[in-house]
């Protein structure tokens, strides 16, 4: 998916876009949940997040979603992390 796509999208349902996000490489986030819904799309680097007993990585172009109160954790790799996020409350 492409980045206009994607923006595109998180309007039409109600997302709010909380622009383009950037983590370090090997940035490591212990299990911690958020108080809204996230949803994601890598635009360079990737990301582990383990949650619900599985363990998804999301390369560029992925698109990862989030449910409010989903505990996780997080680990970026080598490259570290661009990405862009929106948030629906």
């Given at each position: 998916m492409d980045r206009a796509t994607f923006e595109a999208e998180l309007a039409r349902d109600g997302f709010e876009a909380a622009g383009v996000?950037?983590?370090e490489p090997h940035c490591?986030?212990?299990a911690h949940a958020h108080d809204f819904e996230v949803?994601?799309?890598v635009i360079?680097?990737?990301?582990t997040l383990t949650?619900?007993?599985k363990t998804e990585t999301c390369r560029p172009?992925?698109?990862l979603t989030m449910a409010k109160g989903c505990e996780h954790t997080e680990d970026v790799g080598a490259d570290g992390l661009k990405f862009v996020v929106?948030?629906?409350y």
């Open positions: 996000k950037t983590l490591h986030n212990d949803r994601a799309m360079e680097g990737e990301i949650y619900d007993g172009g992925d698109v929106g948030r629906k």
